[in-house]
């Protein structure tokens, strides 16, 4: 191939063999690709280099920088928007014994036991087994290992839209008090998947999903720790922002110069653009908290010591569930919440 067409890609490819070893590990590979390539076509390469990289002869689906991927995506699609260097995990790292291969009689086995007589076809079935990879992709899944999965949901929602005369049962069967749709926080996380937040929504739209605050729960807020939001100066701090479903490179890049304007250093954190709570806090409160805390905890143990947020809404949120985020992941968090306008109103008292 030519070698103009040729892209130099680096993996950091996921290892785990439950037979022989402890903990997971890495590898990297570097490989120059054509830009036709596809992802499946990359495993046998790496599997080349080191046997002990595995990955199944068959339902292949495994994750490339946290997106779901089949291995059909080509080189250019992915580079174009993930970059060149590559992150390869399982689909779900805890279904998974060895390397990508993935334990998947969970998929099955939640069609059934979920909608049970409410069949009313082998249309519906085959239209879930097309959601294979929107399951794997539920971002609950990382929270709630026992959730029923996003493509329950969704075949429930064309249950329900395609006139099934068990619309009640239905509903009723996808709204486990812990398990269910009250849990959901959909995210599309599929590579250049379809976006099924619509669906997902009037679907939660037909059901009364508040969930009541109990006694406990009004005892509890008494005796968590009060946070202090007031900050005199911003300089020499580390600065990380929160986007939530907002991504944004424009926000981003106005920030960093706010930031480095600031005397303040700019860092990035994984879970930036990610949901972390804010629409569930009705339906499933302590999942809610637990998200938030995990989001937290991950800017903070990044390295930074301001988070700021992009949406009011968001740092209003997350500023009155703190104490009970700290609460549900059993940490204290030590990072001050602002506004990007506040950050901005405090930076600007050093410039004056």
Do not use: W
């Amino acid at each position: 191939m030519p070698f103009e067409n040729q892209l130099e890609i680096t993996f950091r490819a996921f290892f785990f063999n439950a037979e022989r070893d402890y903990l997971p590990y890495y590898k990297n590979f570097s490989f120059r690709l054509n830009n036709e390539t596809k992802l499946k076509e990359v495993l046998p390469m790496i599997q080349e280099k080191n046997r002990d990289f595995s990955y199944p002869d068959r339902d292949l689906l495994f994750r490339v920088n946290e997106l779901i991927v089949t291995g059909e995506e080509t080189i250019e699609e992915i580079v174009a928007e993930l970059g060149s260097e590559l992150t390869i995990d399982p689909a779900l790292k805890y279904r998974s014994n060895n390397g990508l291969i993935l334990n998947n009689t969970d998929f099955i086995h939640h069609f059934k036991s979920v909608f049970k007589r409410h069949l009313e076809s082998r249309e519906d079935l085959e239209y879930y087994i097309s959601l294979y990879p929107q399951h794997y992709a539920s971002e609950t899944l990382q929270y709630n290992r026992e959730y029923i999965g996003d493509a329950i949901l969704l075949t429930a929602y064309k249950m329900i839209k395609d006139g099934s005369e068990f619309k009640e049962e239905i509903l009723k069967a996808i709204n486990d008090e812990f398990n269910g749709i009250r849990c959901c926080e959909y995210e599309n996380n599929v590579f250049q998947g379809k976006d099924y937040r619509a669906e997902i929504d009037e679907l939660k739209e037909m059901m009364n999903l508040k969930q009541k605050e109990t006694l406990m729960d009004k005892i509890s807020t008494i005796t968590l720790r009060q946070h202090q939001h007031e900050i005199e100066s911003v300089e020499n701090e580390t600065v990380a922002l929160y986007l939530g479903n907002k991504e944004s490179n424009e926000i981003v890049e106005s920030v960093k110069a706010s930031i480095e304007q600031s005397s303040a250093k700019y860092i990035e954190f994984r879970m930036a653009t990610k949901l972390a709570g804010q629409t569930i806090i009705e339906s499933e409160r302590e999942l809610a908290y637990t998200k938030a805390g995990t989001m937290l905890l991950d800017a903070l143990d990044s390295g930074a010591d301001i988070l700021l947020f992009n949406q009011e809404s968001d740092l209003t949120f997350f500023r009155e569930s703190i104490a009970h985020a700290e609460r549900a992941v059993g940490r204290d968090i030590e990072l001050k919440l602002l506004s990007v306008e506040e950050f901005k109103s405090i930076a600007s008292r050093k410039v004056a």
